[in-house]
């Protein structure tokens, strides 16, 4: 055995390891995606009974009233604005465009600037 396979880790810890902002970019994509489907049959439910009749309506008023739910459905919002804005920044960088480190750094710090703008101006709209 070679002394420099003495050396290397036998595993590999990803809570020690530093990540750099376009990786938790790129983890936070794939987490809200994941978020999203989850959430999929309670928006589905929603949008149907806003929609059919209106026992149904008043059935979705009284859920959507409770401040449990309004929290979900906003952390549902937040989840898809970061999804939708980080979505566009992977794109981009298919297209060859912002690719390069101080780029991708710039274009970071750009997806969470449009979610929390996005997410703001959407969820004051809708509570």
């Given amino acids: ?19 750099s902002l376009p990786a938790i970019v790129s983890l936070g994509h794939r987490i809200s995606g994941a978020g999203l489907f989850v959430l999929l049959p309670l928006i589905l ?11 149904s309506f008043a059935a979705f008023k009284s859920v959507t009233n409770n401040i449990v739910v309004k929290l979900l459905l ?9 999804h939708f804005c980080a979505g566009i ?3 981009l960088m298919d297209m060859g465009k912002g690719v390069e480190l101080p ?7 750009l997806v969470f600037a449009g ?3 996005l997410t703001l101006i959407i969820g004051v709209k809708l509570w």
Avoid: D
């Fill in 1 to 19: 055995m070679s002394e420099l396979s003495k050396k290397r880790p036998k595993h590999l810890n990803l809570f020690q390891i530093k990540q």
């Fill in 45 to 55: 439910w929603l949008f149907t009974a806003s929609l059919g009749t209106p026992e």
């Fill in 74 to 82: 906003l952390a549902g919002l937040a989840g898809y604005c970061y």
């Fill in 89 to 91: 920044r992977f794109l």
């Fill in 103 to 109: 780029a991708a750094r710039r274009s970071s710090y």
């Fill in 115 to 117: 979610t929390a703008v």
